[in-house]
C-alpha cells in the first residue's frame, strides 16, 4: 500500500488498498431474497435479457417440457442476488471510487431454479491484484465468490464475479470512452437489425423440446443481435432483477459494498430511503443510476447510459442455454468483458464450437464453445469459452 495523489492535476500512480485486505477471506452477509421465486419473477428476468425461449415464460409450452413446468434459466441465479452477485468483489473502502464489471466465470452443478425454490448465497472476497488500465491508471481487478442454494440446501452454482474498481476522477480526465459517438440507426439498418432478431428467436423454436445431438467441432451458433441499446432497454433490464423491488431482500451480516468510497453523486442513503425507497433502488440514485442518466455516467468515465455488465453475462448464458437446448446444460464458463454497451450500440452473440469430447465419470457427451460478443463497430465486447454437457441419443 501507498498513499495515492487525489489532485486533478497530477497522475495517479496507485491505489489505497489498505481498507481491502482485510475482507480477503471473510465469510460476507448482505442481501437475500425474503419471498421464495415467483413465476413472474422468472417471466420478468427473461423479457429483461430478451431471451425469447417459451420455456421460461409460457406455462402451456413448458408443461410439455422434460421439466414439466416452467423453469428459470441459468442466468437466473445472478437476478435471485443482492449486487448482481458482484458485492464480494466490492469489499474495502478505496475513497472516490467507482466500479465495472470485468467478467464472470461460473459452475452450474445440476439443480435448475423453479417457481417457489428460494435461493440463498454465501459469498466470500477471493482475491484482487492492482494493475496500470489506459481507462483509469491504476486499477484494481477484484474477485468475489458467490454460492448460489435452494431451500434443500442443494448447490446450483458458483458465481467469480470479477470487478474493475478504479478512482472515478482518474477515469474521467483520461476520456477514454469519451469520443465515441453514439450511432444513428437508419430506418432501413433497423428493418435488417429485426430481421436478424427474427431468424435467430426461430432457431430457439426449431429445436423447440428435442435433444441437440451429433455436435461436433467447428459448428457454428447462429448468431443474436441485441439492441440498439436505449434507456429504455437497460431500464427494462435492472427492473428485471429481484433486487431492484422494494422491500424484496433483507440484509444481514457483515459486507463494506455501501462503504466501498462511492462518490458523493453514486452513493447511497440508506436512512432517508426509510422515507422514500425510491433512493435505494438503483435507478434514481445510487452507484447504478449512470447506467441510465448520462450526467451521472459521466461522472464515473462514461460518455452516456450504458449496459450491465450481469446482464451481458446473462446475454451469454442464454445464448449458450438456447443453442443447447432443454436437454443440455451449462456446467462452466468462464468469460472476459472488455467494453460496455452504450446507448445507440448495437451488439451481436458469435459462438462456434471450439471442441468435443466426454465427461470421464458420465459419458455425457460435453462441447466447449467459444463465444464472442461484438459491437456494430466491430470491436470485441467480451469472449470466452464455455462447457455444456448435451445428451445422449435415446
Known amino acids: 500500500m501507498s498513499e495515492a495523489p487525489k489532485t486533478s492535476e497530477a497522475p495517479l500512480e496507485t491505489l489505497d488498498t489498505t481498507d481491502v485486505d482485510r475482507w480477503v477471506g471473510v465469510p460476507l452477509g448482505g442481501g437475500s431474497m425474503r419471498d421464495p421465486v415467483g413465476a413472474n419473477d422468472i417471466r420478468r428476468w427473461v423479457q429483461g435479457c430478451q431471451n425469447t425461449n417459451p420455456l421460461h415464460f409460457d406455462a402451456d409450452y413448458a408443461a410439455e417440457s422434460r421439466f414439466g413446468e ?4 441459468q442466468s437466473f441465479a445472478v437476478c435471485t442476488d443482492d449486487s448482481h452477485g458482484a458485492a464480494p468483489a466490492i469489499q474495502g473502502n478505496i475513497p472516490g471510487q467507482h466500479m465495472l464489471f470485468g467478467g464472470d466465470e461460473w459452475w452450474f452443478y445440476g439443480p435448475r431454479i423453479r417457481p417457489h425454490d428460494h435461493i440463498k448465497q454465501d459469498r466470500m472476497l477471493f482475491d484482487y491484484k492492482v494493475t496500470q488500465t489506459k481507462f483509469a491508471g491504476p486499477t484494481m481487478f477484484s474477485r468475489g465468490d458467490t454460492n448460489y442454494r435452494n431451500q434443500n440446501g442443494e448447490m446450483i452454482c458458483k458465481q467469480r464475479s470479477t470487478s474493475i474498481r478504479y478512482v472515478a476522477e482518474e477515469a474521467v480526465k ?3 470512452f469519451m469520443d465515441i459517438p453514439e450511432k444513428e440507426w437508419t430506418d432501413p439498418e433497423l428493418e435488417q437489425i429485426e430481421k436478424e432478431k427474427f431468424e435467430y428467436f426461430a432457431t430457439i423454436m426449431d429445436l423447440g423440446h428435442e435433444k441437440r445431438l451429433f455436435v461436433k467441432e467447428g459448428d457454428t451458433l447462429a448468431r443474436k443481435p441485441i439492441g440498439p441499446h436505449t434507456i429504455a432497454s437497460f431500464t427494462t433490464e435492472w ?14 451480516g457483515p459486507t463494506s459494498l455501501h ?7 453514486m452513493d447511497r442513503d440508506p436512512e432517508a430511503a426509510k422515507i422514500d425507497p425510491s433512493i435505494n433502488d438503483g435507478l434514481y ?6 447506467h441510465v442518466q448520462k450526467r451521472y455516467a459521466q461522472l464515473i468515465g462514461m460518455p452516456r447510459g450504458y449496459g450491465y455488465g450481469a ?10 442455454g438456447n443453442w443447447g437446448g432443454e436437454w443440455s446444460e451449462i456446467i462452466h464458463s468462464r ?8 446507448v445507440g ?7 462456434h464450437v471450439r471442441s468435443t469430447g466426454f465427461d470421464p465419470d458420465t459419458g455425457d457427451p460435453i462441447a466447449v464453445v467459444s463465444v464472442t460478443m461484438t459491437n456494430q463497430r466491430e470491436e470485441i465486447m467480451a469472449s470466452g469459452d464455455a462447457e455444456i454437457r448435451l445428451p445422449k441419443p435415446d
Open 70 to 73: 416452467l423453469v428459470a434459466p
Open 174 to 176: 483520461r476520456g477514454e
Open 239 to 252: 427492473r428485471g432483477f429481484i433486487q431492484s423491488i422494494w422491500g424484496s431482500l433483507k440484509r444481514e
Open 259 to 265: 462503504n466501498a468510497g462511492w462518490i458523493p453523486e
Open 285 to 290: 440514485h445510487g452507484p447504478s443510476r449512470g
Open 311 to 320: 446482464t451481458m453475462g446473462a446475454w451469454i448464458l442464454d445464448y449458450l
Open 335 to 342: 468469460m472476459s468483458y472488455r467494453s460496455p454497451a452504450l
Open 345 to 351: 450500440d448495437l451488439t451481436y452473440l458469435d459462438g
